[in-house]
């Protein structure tokens, strides 16, 4: 490690970026940098510096951007900073300081950025930023933060865009935090211990004032309940991230005045009902809709009565029985349809047959037993298809005759014991098959794969399969993964399959000849 000395020459006086950035220092002598008064942007990340004089940086009035990120720095001098008013952004994330002193940035005026984030900060005082009133960015996210003063973004509050405190310690958030952040846009608040979001200070809310609110992360906390009145004030709310709370039930009224809202994530809760007026108001511009890994027996038949964007639905592993037939009619422009793990025992044809533009429907991990021949008519776009983990005993052989775009198709662990010939004859663009842990018992002819000449997967594993044509994978010249080990296959000419990188054939149920030749 190196011990960084004084630049006394002459020419650092006309230097305005100055990189010592992994240079492996350890000290800096307090004379260093007293030549470099023009001196704009300094880097000194990536070193081993553990403690910074107070003069270091006291002839650097010219500074406006300083990095000394991923350094082992445990304390800031309080006036460490005294004469560098023309900072704008300084860096001192990855590093072990433990508190944020009175006063410490408040000689930088003109600090729009500073971040924190993944130190060890227990304390952060708020007169720390107290004449920062153009700072538009912090972050303090990664540290171990309790709590924080009412006042802490009081004097940044016109200028102030984007929060970051996620992965703290964090019970409580006081009320008036946000006061008078008319500006903010972003504010992540997630991985914390935050219980309620109310209003903790008679009738004012938490984001009362944050009007301009784009992006709001609450998820990964212990949050129970939420007031009606909650997001009342955040009309421009784009994005709200509400995931692994402890929620049981949501206000019909929660989103009213959210008309802009986009992105709707609520997984990992204790949801077993919605109310179905709950996305009315903010369901004109909603696209991303995610339930996932709730408690709920059942999705609202007009849930998405207004959702006409939506483009994303996913209810993965709840508890839902049914879905009403007419529940998806007004979301003509959905791509994705995503309901795995749930106790669905049928599908019905007209959830799917205005769905022109879906491309991904996932019902794994239900009770299927079988599926509309039409089910796929309308939607030919689709590219992929998972119907593995069900019941299903037998598919017709136009199932999937529109589905020319299809790219992935999962149908393992079912109970399938015959595959129509021509059931892929139209399925030229297939890729990925997986037909393994079936019944399957019927020889694999000629016919079945030879429309998949794109085909890189195939997985027929732990099946009852005797017999493969000898051409059965002759036209699947993209052919990379085979599998076929526990069958009952006693003769196969692997001759044809020039192409394999994996292939695993034998095991305990094949008794497998003729294969001695192949390298």
Known sequence: YLKLHHLNNEKFESLSYLALNETRVETIDHRTFEKCANLKKLRLDGNNISELDARLFKHCSSLVNICLDYNSIRTLPSDLFATCTQLAEIRLDYNKLEAIEANTFNSCPNLTSLFLDHNC??????????????????????????????????????????????????????????????N?????????????????????????????????????????????????????????????????GLPPNLLKFNRELETLSINGNRLELLDEHLLANCG?????????????????????????????????????????????????KLRTISFRANKLDSFDLSLVKKQARLQELDL?????????????????????????????EQLDAKQFEKCTHLTELYLHYNRLRAIDASLFEHCGNLRIICLNNNKIGNKIGSDLFSRCVFLNQLHLEYNEIEAIDVDAFKRCSYL?????????????????????????????????????DVS
């Open 284 to 332: 004109a511009n909603l696209i991303d809709l995610s339930m996932n890994d709730n408690q709920m027996r059942q999705m609202p038949d007009k849930l998405l009565a207004n959702c006409v964007n939506l483009s994303s639905l996913s209810f993965n592993s709840n508890q839902i029985e049914r879905i009403d037939p007419k529940a998806f009619d007004s979301c003509t």
């Open 121 to 182: 900060i227990q304390r952060f005082c708020s007169t720390s930023i107290a004449q920062c009133h153009s700072l538009a960015h912090i972050s303090l996210s990664h540290n171990k933060l309790t709590t924080l003063d009412a006042n802490t973004f009081r004097s940044c509050s016109m200028s102030i865009k984007q929060i970051n405190l996620a992965s703290n310690e964090l019970k409580s958030i006081e009320a008036t935090l946000f006061a008078d952040c008319v």
């Open 480 to 516: 990379r993964e085979l599998f076929l080990y526990e069958n009952k296959l006693k003769l196969f000419e692997l001759s044809s399959l020039k192409n394999l990188q994996v292939i695993e054939l034998v095991q305990s149920k094949n008794a497998l000849k003729g294969t001695e």
């Open 364 to 392: 794994s991990m239900n009770h299927l037993k079988s599926i509309d021949k039409s089910l796929f008519k309308h939607a030919n776009h689709l590219n992929r298809i998972r119907l593995d983990s069900n019941q299903l």
């Open 184 to 248: 903010l846009v972003e504010l992540v608040l997630s991985e914390n211990k935050i219980e309620s979001i109310g209003s903790g200070g008679g009738d004012k809310q938490l984001f009362e004032a944050c009007s301009s609110l784009k992006q709001l992360w609450l998820d990964s906390n212990q949050i129970d309940e939420l007031d009606e009145r909650t997001f009342e004030k955040c009309v421009a709310l784009k994005r709200l991230y509400l995931d692994k709370n402890k929620l049981t």
